[in-house]
T-cell receptor
């Protein structure tokens, strides 16, 4: 079974631009979570989508948004990019079984975003 | 607030020596704990997880961790380090949809 895939793997943008990152979960997984990884702040939770609805949200400004499609694929968008948005963005998927809180999240390789 | 603390941002061991990476969690973290490993320019790979049941959890690549509720700890160990174990290790806690990560420990393995 194929793992979590993320595209693109690398991206360079300039301040003020916007960017869209894509994540395809493992087949059959319905929950997709996004994380930002930076040297200074470590791994931080952005948001989680399940059945096309945002179910959880971290402490990030409104410039960070996401969505999920009916096939469980997810995109995240960052508008008005700032230098501090340079990071590795990781996507993780899990089955999303109702009432099962201790499922495992499987991570993709990440998209490395550099903002100049 | 939920928190996961990893003691030691860098750990260096000799090949063949015991690996011990420390992780403590706050009591507000749901008792679902994970260790992930990250190799350079890659995503996170699950090493092992504790959910319920046996407190000694065995994972991949010879790693294991023991859940100690009284000490709020979930330390990762491996009896004998291998050069290929050099990577960054993250302890995490939380539910399926939202994990709280520690700051990571970079493991260096020397000859």
């Amino acid at each position: 079974k194929a793992g979590v895939t993320q595209t693109p793997r690398y991206l360079i943008k300039t301040r003020g631009q916007q960017v869209t990152l894509s994540c395809s979960p493992i087949s059959g997984h319905r929950s997709v979570s996004w994380y930002q990884q930076t040297p200074g702040q470590g791994l931080q939770f952005l948001f989680e989508y399940f059945s096309e609805t945002q179910r959880n949200k971290g402490n990030f400004p409104g410039r960070f948004s996401g969505r999920q499609f009916s096939n469980s694929r997810s995109e995240m968008n960052v508008s008005t990019l700032e230098l501090g948005d340079s990071a590795l963005y990781l996507c993780a998927s899990s089955l999303g079984l109702a009432g099962v809180r201790q499922e495992t999240q499987y991570f993709g390789p990440g998209t490395r975003l550099l903002v100049l | 607030a939920q928190s996961v603390t990893q003691l030691g941002s860098h750990v260096s061991v000799s090949e063949g020596a015991l690996v011990l990476l420390r992780c403590n969690y706050s009591s507000s973290v749901p008792p679902y704990l994970f260790w992930y490993v990250q190799y350079p320019n890659q995503g996170l790979q699950l090493l092992l997880k504790y959910t319920t049941g046996a407190t000694l959890v065995k994972g991949i690549n010879g790693f294991e961790a023991e859940f100690k509720k009284s000490e709020t700890s979930f330390h990762l160990t491996k009896p004998s380090a291998h050069m290929s174990d050099a990577a960054e290790y993250f302890c995490a806690g939380g539910t399926a949809s939202k994990l709280t990560f520690g700051t990571g420990t970079r493991l260096q393995v020397t000859l």
